[in-house]
């Protein structure tokens, strides 16, 4: 996460400003304490959106304990069916996350 957080932020020149700032204005130059992430809202907002946009676990598998239809009737799901959930694509669709989801290399911004 921390690789895919750089590489946003260094993208993103405006967002790191204010990523440092903060840091700097919470921190005083003293070394970060896990208590001081409460008080960084920010660098926590862009923490979370680089999970959403480079998920860590991109994708994962669930099996079907016993037989279910999904979506109306339109898909009938067998028992000890491997289902695929794609994080990765989920947290990524325009119809929740607005039509810029997809340029995240350079409309990084948590706020």
Same mark, same amino acid.
């Given at each position: 996460?921390?690789?895919?957080?750089? $590489? &946003?932020?260094?993208?993103?020149?405006?967002?790191?400003?204010?990523?440092?700032? =903060? %840091?700097?204005?919470?921190?005083?130059?003293?070394?970060? /304490?896990? +208590?001081?992430?409460d008080?960084?809202? $920010?660098? =926590?907002?862009?923490?979370?959106?680089?999970?959403?946009?480079?998920?860590?676990?991109?994708?994962?598998?669930?099996?079907?304990?016993? +037989? +279910?239809?999904?979506?109306?009737?339109?898909?009938? %799901?067998?028992? @000890?069916?491997?289902?695929?959930?794609?994080?990765? %694509?989920? /947290?990524?669709?325009?119809? %929740?996350?607005? +039509? @810029?989801?997809?340029?995240?290399?350079?409309? &990084?911004s948590?706020?």
């Amino acid at each position: 996460m921390m690789s895919f957080m750089v $590489y &946003f932020l260094l993208k993103n020149p405006d967002t790191l400003r204010k990523v440092r700032a =903060e %840091i700097d204005t919470v921190l005083e130059g003293r070394p970060m /304490q896990a +208590e001081d992430m409460d008080k960084l809202p $920010y660098l =926590e907002a862009v923490m979370r959106e680089t999970l959403r946009l480079a998920p860590t676990a991109p994708a994962r598998s669930v099996r079907a304990l016993h +037989e +279910e239809t999904l979506g109306n009737g339109k898909h009938s %799901i067998p028992t @000890d069916a491997n289902l695929v959930v794609h994080t990765w %694509i989920m /947290q990524k669709d325009p119809a %929740i996350w607005g +039509e @810029d989801v997809r340029h995240y290399g350079c409309t &990084f911004s948590p706020s």
